[in-house]
């Protein structure tokens, strides 16, 4: 069977606070616990009451890593989803709605953009030739073969209220769940699943269970009574598995990451979309130690410290790494800009810091709740003068989870700040994996004086790699000094320039240290045939909508390959290079405006990437989207100035 | 053992200017430590910017000279992963209640076990004499071309507001009363705050030795100088707030905290202005959900065995996680 057919996106919108969330949530797992893998993608506004919300699920029998544009079927139970989603609707596909909004005029769909409502009234004015309502997106979807299922949500509450003796008005956060249990009967999938994703999510709780349980016998049996004609082209059906597999976030996956490499103290302020990584920390702050069997469970302590401002979370997190813990700091664009002066004094220091960089759409507040790449310029030079830093990008959720121990090593290693970059993207895409295995996860704290003796350790004593032995905080015989002004080997301040020279050039050789000793493997990934003509370059997020349409490309007869660049500094200029060199025509394809590892390589390596597909308007780029520029770009001579630049638009 | 106060001194060339009143802090602080019976090495002292930001080189301690404005967070952080650290914190006015006041109140709220010395000398020395934010409105030291457009906050009701729960004014020039001051705050479990009233002679040449000293105003019947500050002790002040005390006694307390913290001029008094046994500290806080949190510390924390494999047990979260 081919891609195409085994991967169905189901596409959930309504208002924030309304439990769009909770209801794509429940399907993800609904979904999982049939032996499916998901791939969830969440789009919101920086809102809390009324804004419009949606989240993409992909279910496929395969692993999935990114959302598509074209949904197969789309659950509403309010006017705006109807308006702004049902022309992605594919033909064949499905729409629930509910049948009471039929009149609801578009002018009263209240949080609408206004530009969208204008484009809106165009297509059903102008080019359908039918009046402003939502009974007309309905019938425009329906003119296009998309079968529109009715599903009257009041009357199903009643009915439940009835049956159970329960206030109607209490019932209310019912409604996104008989939509998901409406779409899960549509697509005949199995009630049991769904069940068990309700049992998990309200674990505890037995009476929301058997109330949401019963909400959903009730839904299904409605559909099998009022549809039974109409079936959905598409189906699910659950698939017999026995992989264990964990459903999480990219925010859960770093943090777990964080956990498993012993971080003892993160210090943050909340910012979007970085605050998920803190608040996961923060409930987990017992960390659960493995213990011999028979003996009782072990714990530590993991610190998360809620700061008045960035600059206090970078500092204390700086503090903590100075006593010997592994201290972090997780943030987004407007607090990394707070950070910055905090960044040089631990590049100075040589203090091992990690900080987890969730880029959000820029510059200022832009657009805090959407995503982007726009932060790569920024973190290589962020602070003023020059100082070793290292920068890691993760592309996906398993990646975000060990890159998160790695850069924790490369700290110690290399006692020097690592920037880990994330983006809103990766942060809130949900998706099934196998458990995450520490099996060959090895935690390594870099060079230690544990035996100094006083009058003699020096913390900045001079070495051929940069590195010197370390000591913390409260150590007996280490006792060091530390400044923001330069400093001899002692820590003391000095401005004599032989010392400035002498500690210039030991904190540069650092950094070529790290450039020697990191595996290639852990600085890029080269995908595809590695003897293609054309070459994709990318660096985070928009790793896995490259892999889908490789696939895509592939099954319609072109070879490509897609070199993921991970180490973004130092980086890997030569390795990069020889590869670069080997292709005929090089596509970059990154989430930002200007192409920034583009630029970044041809500063680097001299390569000039002559096209570039970027996307700025905040949301990802999805695979779908991108296959189509794609085979544009092909069908164009690589030198064609026409075909320099391809802005990617989709996304509401 | 008992240390010496050389146990506590650098090497370090110290380059304040003759007659600065950091040279009585910094004594102060060295013989503070000494007195204190915690090994140098179990000690940190974390820095700001400016002329007493020097201060951590010429203690011999664990020094950390930071950033403007962000010596507390610094010591914060430290503290929390290592709750054993002594951890004291210096700064001057510009620094901690100019750039750094956000993090001043951020300190106090929190209640953790530091000790943070604020050098008071109204100016911003070392870039050469601008107005702090302690500097009084209308007053006009020598490096300003008009007098002070701004009132000058008064750092003991910040402190106040803020939640420190040790709250002392010493003065730089009275070293014995100084010591006593910083050795009782570091003793207090919780926040200390010790306003330090520092003459810098270079830059303001309005609230000079001589000025704290009364000698513009001899007694007219001696002639002998009579000097404006004056200790809050002598005069029966009680600085103690318990949990025992009622409302109204509370209140009187805190009335007479703030009138004489707003005390300037002509009387300046110094001592402990309040000690309050109401509150936990953070690390108790803390501690009600990791009972083990002083004894096994975040910064001691042994994260691998030997062979660097993790000693986190992941199964319980994934556990969490399941979907199959
Ligand atoms: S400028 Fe003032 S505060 Fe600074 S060292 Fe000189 S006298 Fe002291």
Known sequence: MPAEQSRLTWLIGGAQGSGVDSAANIFARACAFGGLQVYAQREYYSNIMGKHSYYQVAVADRALGAPRDQADLLVSFDAETVFLHARQVCASGGLIYDPKLAETPLERAAAMEERARTSLAHYLVDEQGLDETLGSMIQAAQARGVHCFPIPYRELLQ???????????????????????????????????????????????????????????????????????????????????????????????????????????????????????????????????KSPPGEPAKQAALIVLQTEDEIAAITAATGAALAGARAATSTSGPGFCLMTEALGWAGINEVPLVISLYQRGGPSTGLPTRTEQGDLRFVLHAGHGEFPRLVLASGDLSECFHDAIRVFNWAERYQTPVIHLLDKALSSAGQTLPPFELEGVRLDRGLRAYEASEGEYRRFAWSESGISPRTVLGQAGG???????EHDETGHITEDPLVRDQMMEKRARKLQTAAQEIPEAEKFNLFGDPDAETMIVSWGSPKGAILEALEVLKAEGHSLSFLQ??????????????????????????????????????????????????????????????SEALKALLATKPGDSSSQKVVLTHGI | MAYKLSDFKTEVHVDWCPGCGDYGILSSIQMALAGLNVPPQRTAIFSGIGCSGKTTHYVKAYGVHTLHGRVLPYATGAKLANPNLLVIAVGGDGDGLGIGAGHFIGAGRRNLDITYVLFNNGVYGLTKGQASPTLKLGMQTKGLSQPNPNEGVNPLM???????????????????????????????????????????????????????????????????????????????????????????????????YVARTSEWGERIPVGV????????????????????????????????????????????????????
Not at chain 2, 297 to 323: F, Y
Request: net charge neutral; hydrophobic share 40%; glycine share 6%.
């Open chain 1, 159 to 289: 009915k439940l209220a009835d049956e159970t003796g329960t206030a109607l008005s209490s019932l209310k956060r019912v409604i996104n769940l008989l939509a998901v249990a409406a779409s899960c009967a549509l697509l005949q999938y199995p009630l049991e699943p769904l069940l068990r994703a309700l049992a998990a999510v309200f674990a505890g709780k037995a009476k929301v269970i058997k109330l949401n349980s019963r909400a959903c016998e009730l839904t299904y049996q409605y559909v099998a009574d009022s549809f039974a004609g109409e079936k959905l082209a598409r189906h699910l059906e659950p698939v017999e598995t026995d992989q264990l597999r964990i459903y999480l976030t990219g925010t859960e996956a770093v943090a777990l990451g964080k956990i498993a490499a012993g971080c003892s103290l993160q210090a943050y302020y909340p910012i979007s979309p970085a605050t998920d990584e803190s608040s996961y920390l923060d409930a987990h702050a017992l960390v659960p130690l």
């Open chain 1, 565 to 626: 660049v991970r180490l973004l500094w130092p980086l890997p200029a030569r390795a990069l290079e020889a590869l670069l060199r080997r292709a005929k025509r090089r596509i970059a394809v990154e989430n930002n405006y200007s192409g920034q590892l583009a630029g970044l390589i041809r500063e680097q390596t001299g390569i000039k990437i002559e096209q570039l597909i970027v996307k700025y308007n905040g949301r990802p780029i999805l695979s779908d989207e991108l």
């Open chain 1, 479 to 485: 006792m060091f000094w530390n400044t923001g002004d």
């Open chain 2, 273 to 324: 202005f309040l000690i309050n046994r109401t509150t936990s500290t953070y690390e108790e806080r803390i501690s009600r959900r990791i009972p083990f949190y002083t004894q096994q510390t975040p910064a001691e924390r042994v994260i691998a065995d030997e062979a660097g494999r993790p000693t986190v047990d992941l199964s319980p979260l994934l556990a969490e996680l399941r979907v199959s």
């Open chain 2, 158 to 256: 910040l402190a106040l507001a803020a939640g420190y729960t040790f709250m002392a004014r010493g003065y730089a020039f009275n070293v014995p009363e100084l010591v006593k001051l910083i050795r009782q705050g570091v003793e207090h479990h919780g926040s200390s705050f010790i306003e330090v009233l520092q003459p810098c002679p270079t830059y303001n040449n309005l609230n000079t030795r001589d000025w704290y000293g009364g000698l513009d105003r001899p007694d007219p019947e001696t002639g002998r100088a009579q000097p404006r500050v004056y200790s809050l002790a002598d005069t029966g002040y009680d600085p103690l707030l318990t949990p025992e005390m009622s409302e109204e006694q509370t209140h009187e307390l805190l009335g007479r």
